[in-house]
């Protein structure tokens, strides 16, 4: 099990194997400069990489995992707040990307495409873990999910598999490379596979139109905003296939998009904590608002709140949960967090709730927490948000919830109770300052107190209603 089987075997290189930021690199300069970098990394507890998309990036993860240290991705905008918890919880003691100065204990790690290494260390046991990726809960700062080079490699293969990826494949996509859609699958994906690709900076439809690849991943605000440009759709004619993933394809984009560019996109559902679990085939039916089959090696079922099963009828919903070899390892650091999200039987409760019909696909109906929000497909926790709005003085309480977006999915919107004078402008930039980018309020309103119940539980779907 070599998790990077086509990147060292040598067969079928190109001089653009990978193009990003500009660059062209054979997967043959890859390696080398991944392999200086593992010869640097060798031995850390874990590896941090300040995922700008570049070249830089992919040499510098493919070192740790060469290596066989935990990769931790850092997004490049995350504020000081949330770049410190990573970077602390992770137990990182290498920095790649790093800019200014660094806590104690973490030094930083310089990567020159120009420094080629052959390195040639044993692959690491596939029971090591390959990444820490953090991911955000309802409440409280994100977790760190701990994925195996063994589960990469299953999910990888069972993608390749219900997809038709091969080495003939030039994958396209612009998506960020700190998450699994963007890096798992987006970059160690054709890495496996032996393909091409090509990175566009920003998923935007223009770049994804000039590409001319086979193979495009997007989450559905991508897809809706090529669907919406009618030229760019139609470049999209000479590709194999469509991806999406990361949030829910609106019916209508999978309409347009389809009579556009003469592809039905495949759609596909995943966690980081399970990898991409359930997807439509290349080769079998692509439903609008279906995610299809659990792929090879995968299992599902649906359960109830009463923790009976829920018939596969094509109408009861229950509680979405899976097991096989893709899942993660565990929370870093968060047993407790590690035992509410499995069952006794050792299944995985995803949080989502679905239907099952009775051939087997699956339709994801929803979530069962008001409290995880999916903006642009990034997930967020509320809590998070309000409790960095809470550290405002001028702020006494904070409701943060995700509403209904035509271009987002859902929009991050905070209810805030003033104590003071404050504008929405100015919660919006001091959230900004403290976590990433996309977890900042879109819209803030201020008003006197917040709906509660008796129990003094904000009630979050008045405040949507209202
Ligand atoms: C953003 N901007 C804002 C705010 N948020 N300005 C004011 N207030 C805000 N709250 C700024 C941005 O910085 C940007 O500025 C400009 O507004 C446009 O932002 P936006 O509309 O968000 O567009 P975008 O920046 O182009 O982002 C849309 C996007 C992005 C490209 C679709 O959301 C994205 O990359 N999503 C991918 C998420 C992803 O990969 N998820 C995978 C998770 P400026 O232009 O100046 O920079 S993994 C997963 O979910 C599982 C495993 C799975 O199934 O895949
Ligand atoms: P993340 O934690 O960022 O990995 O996000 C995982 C969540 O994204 C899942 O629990 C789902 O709620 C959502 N998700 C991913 N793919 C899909 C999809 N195709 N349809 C609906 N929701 C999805």
Excluded at 82 to 88: G, V
Excluded at 195 to 207: E, F, S, Y
Excluded at 351 to 379: C, E
Excluded at 428 to 449: G, M, N, W, Y
């Amino acid at each position: 099990m070599n998790l990077l089987t086509a990147l060292q075997d040598g067969q079928g290189d190109a001089a653009d194997a990978l193009r990003i930021d500009g660059l062209a690199l054979s997967r043959e300069r890859l390696l080398g400069a991944a392999g200086a970098v593992a010869a640097r990394v060798g031995g850390a507890r874990a590896f941090a990489v300040v995922a700008t998309p570049t070249a830089q990036t992919v040499a510098a993860v493919v070192g740790g995992l060469l290596a066989g240290v935990p990769v931790v991705p850092v997004p490049p905008d995350a504020g000081p707040v949330e770049r410190a918890h990573i970077l602390r919880d992770s137990g990182a003691e290498l920095l790649a990307g790093a800019d200014g100065e660094l806590p104690p204990g973490l030094a930083a790690l310089p990567v020159d495409l120009a420094e080629q290494h052959d390195f040639a260390d044993a692959e690491p046991a596939p029971e090591r873990p390959a990444f820490v990726l953090y991911t955000s809960g309802t409440t409280g700062p994100p977790k760190g999910a701990l994925l195996s080079r063994r589960a990469v490699a299953a999910d990888l293969d069972a993608l390749a598999a219900a997809w038709g990826w091969t080495a003939e494949d030039t994958l396209v996509h612009g998506l960020p490379l700190f998450h699994v859609h963007g890096l798992v699958l987006g970059v160690l994906g054709a890495l496996r596979t032996g393909g091409k690709l090509v990175h566009t900076g920003r998923p935007t439809p223009a770049g994804y139109a000039a590409a001319a690849g086979s193979l495009y991943f997007g989450v559905p605000t991508v897809w809706s905003r090529v669907a919406a440009d009618e030229p760019a759709a139609r470049a999209l004619a000479g590709a194999r296939l469509l991806v999406s993933g990361s949030a829910p394809l609106p019916v209508p984009v999978f309409e347009r998009l389809a009579a556009l560019t003469g592809h039905p996109p495949i759609e596909r559902y995943g966690m980081t904590e399970t990898l991409i679990t359930v997807s439509t085939r290349f080769d079998g039916e692509r439903r609008p608002g279906s995610v299809g089959l659990p792929v090879a090696g995968v299992a599902t079922r649906l359960v109830g709140e009463d923790g009976e099963p829920v018939p596969a009828d094509g109408e009861s919903v229950g509680e979405l949960q899976v097991s096989g070899p893709t899942l993660f390892d565990g929370y870093l650091n968060r047993p407790d967090a590690d035992a509410e999200v499995r069952t006794a039987d050792g299944w995985f409760r995803t949080g989502d709730v679905a239907v099952l019909g009775p051939d087997g696909f699956h339709r994801i109906v929803g979530r069962a927490s008001v409290d995880l929000i999916k903006s642009g497909g990034f997930k967020i926790g509320a809590g998070e948000v309000e409790a960095a709005l809470r550290d405002h003085p001028a702020v006494a309480d904070a409701a943060v919830v995700g509403a209904p977006d035509a271009d987002l999915g859902q929009a991050v919107v905070a209810f805030v109770v003033p104590d003071g004078a404050v504008t929405g402008d100015q919660l919006t930039a001091f959230v900004a300052e403290r976590l990433s980018v996309h977890k900042r309020p879109r819209r803030v309103v201020l008003v006197d107190e917040l709906p509660r119940n008796a129990m003094g539980k904000v009630l979050k779907k008045r405040l949507l209603e209202g």
